[in-house]
């Protein structure tokens, strides 16, 4: 009788380029549960173009996190582009950055292809959703 092996699928942590505007973000986010670049990596200048950024980022394959939503939430076109993690000026910074952590830990790198989400204060909300 063959013994059969059970395989444990490894969750793949999402991988974030930080927009420039989102540094504050960051500061709560673990190297455990994403691993973080800044899009500067990948334009070699801090002020390039929206689409520029979402791009060079789609092209590395990491997923964007910016505050920039209203420009950014248009790039996703289906569900193999990565996807934006827009954040809302907080009010409580603090809870949003807590949000935002608590949210990593619980999807993997490809949970977040084809999708526009929201962080805030209030909570995680899909707003654009490919998959």
């Known amino acids: 009788m063959k013994k ?3 395989v444990k699928r490894v969750k793949q942590k999402p991988k974030i380029a930080v927009d420039a505007d989102s540094t504050f973000l960051i500061a709560k986010i673990s190297k455990k549960n994403a691993k973080l670049r800044s899009v500067v990596d990948f ?9 520029v950024v979402y791009t060079m980022a789609n092209k590395a394959n990491y997923h ?7 420009d950014f939430f248009k790039f996703p ?12 000026n907080p009010i409580d910074s603090k ?6 952590a608590d949210f ?9 292809f084809g999708k ?3 962080v805030d204060h209030q909570g995680i909300k899909v707003i654009k959703n490919f998959s």
Do not use: M
Request: proline residues 2%.
């Open 4 to 6: 059969l092996i059970q």
């Open 43 to 51: 334009t070699n200048s801090p002020a390039a173009e929206d689409k």
């Open 64 to 70: 964007v996190l910016t505050g920039n939503i209203s």
């Open 77 to 88: 076109k289906s569900k193999k582009d990565v996807g934006v993690i827009g954040h809302r």
């Open 95 to 100: 809870s949003t950055q807590k949000e935002l």
């Open 104 to 112: 990593l830990k619980k999807v993997s790198h490809e949970d977040l």
């Open 116 to 118: 526009c989400i929201v």
